[in-house]
Structures are given as C-alpha cells and as structure tokens.
C-alpha cells in the first residue's frame, strides 16, 4: 500500500524554526518531494531527495533516511509570508507522485 | 520562460454537462501529470501522459473521466456528465523527463452546480 503522514496543522512564531515531519511507506520509492502550497495557489517546488542526507537550500533545509521511511523539512528565520500548506510526495517507479494530506502551518506574529 | 499554463482557471458547469480542462506544459516538457484536489484534501494523482501515450492511468475513475496529449497543442482532460462530487481543483504538472521535478499549473477550479 502507500501511505504517507504528516501533521495535519502546526503553529510557530516569526522568526523562529520549525520542523515538519513526513513518514512513509510506499511499494516503490524514487526520491521525495516538498512543496509549498499558499491557499488557492499552485504547488512550487521546495527541494527533491533521493540520497540520504540534508540538503540545503537558503531557510530550507530538507532531511531524509530511507532506512526510516522518513523525512523532514526545516524552516529557519521564520517569515509571515511562510504561513502556507507544505506537501510532502514521493515519486514512484513510475513516476507519479503520492502525496500527504499536508501540514498548514500558520506563523505568528 | 511560461510555466505550466491552465484554462480555464475557473469553470462551472451543471449536473451533466461536460467539462474540458486544458494543460500546456512548460516548454521543452513531454511529461504531463495530472492531480484532482477536493475540498480539503491532499493531491491525489489521476493520469501521467506522454506525447500521445497514456502512461499510467491508474488515479483516473473508470468511468465519464478521460485524458490525451496530441501530438500538437495542449493536453486535456475531460469528464462527461458531471456530478456534485467532481467540484475539485485539477491541477496539471509537466516534467522534462520520468522522475524528474515536477511544476505546477495555476489549477482549473471546477464547480458542479
């Protein structure tokens, strides 16, 4: 089967760190996604990993151990204009993506 | 360079009508996704396209939904005799190649009345 979790609502302060979390199981794996979605709007791409490690990308760092199934994505410098959903997916062998339900995180002033 | 590019962004229609959402991909593309988003839901994948090939198939409902990617022009999707249920955002992505990055079009916004 294919599952994939991630909290469902989190909260954080401006210019603080927070970390969302991403668990998975799926029958076949080719790297994870994240991506940002603002109400209304479109995906845009975060960051892509296929090796385990971080990897780093101005506030955004995304980690993953396919050992674990798992994977996180780390905000630094919090900013009110953060305040979106953020879509955990992984990319099958055939290379559709199976996404999480996504975590709204909503930052505070 | 465009992106991803949808229309309508917005569409209704009544129970029973049909429904034509339209995706040109980011120039360069031969890869077409896509993605259906109910009301608070996550992404879930419906089809993955080729230049006039239907890769996989298997997020599509059996039945009223379809999709092709001509040769020429744009890649479309189509549901016939729309129902309450099918009220959505479909979004549409384009990759260069198979597992690679894929980005996102603005969406069509789908209402059924």
């Known amino acids: 089967g294919q599952n994939i979790d991630q909290p469902t609502e989190m909260t954080a302060t401006e210019g603080a760190i927070v970390q969302i979390n991403c668990t998975y199981q799926t029958s076949g794996f080719n790297g994870l996604f994240w991506y940002q979605q603002h109400a209304g709007e479109a995906p845009t791409f975060l960051s892509y990993?296929?090796?385990?490690g971080l990897e780093e990308k101005g506030r955004f760092s995304s980690f993953l151990s396919r050992s674990k199934g798992y994977s996180y994505l780390l905000l630094k410098e919090l900013q009110m204009k953060d305040s979106a959903s953020y879509l955990c997916?992984?990319?099958?062998?055939?290379?559709?993506?199976?996404f999480g339900q996504g975590t709204t995180l909503q930052v505070k002033p | 360079n465009a992106g991803v590019m949808q229309n309508p962004r917005h569409l209704v229609r009544r129970r029973g009508q049909e429904a034509r959402l339209r995706c040109s991909p980011v120039?360069?593309?031969?890869?077409v996704y896509w993605y259906r988003q109910l009301p608070e839901e996550g992404l879930k994948f419906m089809v993955y396209l080729q230049k006039e090939n239907i890769i996989d198939e298997s997020g599509m409902p059996k039945e009223r939904f379809s999709a092709e990617f001509p040769k020429e022009g744009p890649s479309i999707l189509r549901i016939q005799q729309v129902v309450r249920g099918d009220s959505a955002a479909y979004f549409c992505a384009s990759s260069p190649g198979v597992g690679e990055t894929q980005y996102f079009g603005p969406g069509t916004r789908l209402l059924v009345l």
């Open positions: 990993n296929v090796l385990d």
């Open positions: 120039k360069g593309h031969s890869h």
């Open positions: 997916a992984v990319i099958s062998n055939t290379g559709k993506l199976i």
